[in-house]
């Protein structure tokens, strides 16, 4: 019987190890889980943030093709002004 008592005592040590130890786990897990919220966070944060920017150089870079149709159209006009003067002579 003595034996017997051992291993129980033995069993309830390690279920005992066991709950502690599931315990930990899920603590871990608690902790793992709210810190890939905070990065999905941060994540989601600097993607909105990337968007914006995105949308100001679409802005810009559409002003800048406006310019330079605008420039490219009076560079057409004096070169046709150079070639007609040209002509004249």
Do not use: C, P, W
């Not at 810009?60 to 605008?70: C, E, F, G, H, W």
């Amino acid at each position: 019987m003595s034996e017997d008592k051992k291993q129980f005592d033995r069993i309830e040590d390690l279920l005992t190890q066991l709950i502690g130890n599931v315990a930990s786990v899920r603590n871990d897990m608690a902790e793992f889980r709210a810190e890939v919220n905070n990065f999905r966070t941060e994540v989601n944060h600097r993607l909105n943030e990337l968007g914006q920017h995105q949308q100001e150089l679409t802005g810009q870079v559409a002003l800048l093709n406006q310019r330079l149709d605008y420039q490219l159209n009076r560079i057409a006009k004096a070169e046709e002004e150079v070639h007609l003067l040209k002509e004249r002579q």
